[in-house]
C-alpha cells in the first residue's frame, strides 16, 4: 500500500522512535488512502499494495495484497520497472509474462532475471545482504527507491530498493533540522547519508554525503546487512 511519510508524526514518537526520527505509521495506520505529494511516481502501485521479496531474486516481489495480488512485481531499475508479469511455464520453459495495451510480452525468466539484476557501473553486484524469510514491504508515497517494512525483526525500518549498493539494507529516517538522513546501521559500520545532498543548486550531480555524527533513534537490527561501510551511487 502506498505511506506518505507525515514528519509532523515524530513529535508522537515512543521511546523507540525518538522525536528526531520520522515514525512509520503503525500496521492501522497502513492501511488508508495516501495523498500522492506531486512528485514523479515511478511506481504506479495501487492503494492497498504489499509486496513479498522473492528469495534469490533481485528486485522482484510478489504482490500480497491489492486489486493485483498473486502477480509479481518487477523492481529493477531497468527498462520493466513497476510493471507487474505472471510466471508461467510455457513450452517446458519458465516465463515471465507482462500484459502491455492487452498484448503479452513473455521474456524468459533467466533473461528478465539477468536484465533485472542489481548492477554497479554496469557489472553484477552482490551485496551479501539477506532479506529476512516472509518480510513483507509497501511502497511509500513520493519515494522511488525505498519501501516500508511492515513486519518481522526489521519492522518499524525502511528497506533500501534503489539497485544500489545498499539494496536490500534497512534504515531509519532522521530529522535533524531542515536536513533528512537515512541512517544505515550501528557502531563501526554506521552509515548517515544525507537526503539531496547529492543535488547542487545548479542541479548538477555530486556524490552523496556520508556523514559520521551518531543518529538519535533506535538500533537497527542486527543481521540485515552484509557490510553497510560500504558506498557509491545508490538512491541513498
Do not use: C
Amino acid at each position: 500500500m502506498i505511506r506518505s511519510i507525515d514528519n509532523s508524526d515524530a513529535s508522537q514518537a515512543s521511546q523507540k522512535a525518538p522525536a528526531s526520527q520520522v515514525k512509520p505509521a503503525s500496521a492501522a495506520g497502513k492501511s488508508f488512502k495516501s495523498v500522492l505529494d506531486g512528485h514523479a511516481q515511478k511506481l504506479d502501485v495501487p492503494d492497498g499494495e504489499t509486496w513479498a521479496p522473492v528469495a534469490a531474486g533481485d528486485n522482484t516481489a510478489k504482490i500480497t495484497g491489492g486489486p493485483r495480488a498473486g502477480q509479481y512485481i518487477n523492481l529493477s531499475h531497468g527498462a520493466r520497472r513497476g510493471q507487474t508479469f505472471t510466471i508461467e511455464q510455457r513450452d517446458g520453459q519458465t516465463v515471465h509474462v507482462y500484459k502491455t495495451n492487452g498484448q503479452e510480452v513473455v521474456i524468459g525468466s533467466q533473461k528478465d532475471e539477468a536484465d533485472g539484476a542489481r548492477k554497479i557501473h554496469g557489472k553484477r553486484y552482490e551485496n551479501g545482504v539477506k532479506i529476512p524469510k516472509g518480510e513483507q514491504w509497501a511502497p511509500v508515497a513520493g519515494h522511488d527507491n525505498y519501501a516500508d517494512i511492515l513486519n518481522g525483526k526489521r519492522n518499524g525500518y525502511y528497506v533500501n530498493i534503489s539497485g544500489g549498493v545498499r539494496d536490500g539494507m534497512a534504515f531509519q529516517i532522521v530529522k535533524r533540522g531542515d536536513k533528512t538522513f537515512h541512517v544505515y546501521g550501528t557502531g563501526k559500520h554506521k552509515q548517515e547519508i544525507e537526503v539531496g545532498a547529492h543535488k547542487k543548486a545548479d542541479g548538477g550531480a555530486a556524490t552523496p554525503t556520508t556523514a559520521t555524527t551518531p543518529a538519535t533513534g533506535t538500533t537497527p537490527p542486527t543481521g540485515t546487512t552484509g557490510s553497510t561501510s560500504q558506498s557509491g551511487p545508490t538512491g541513498a
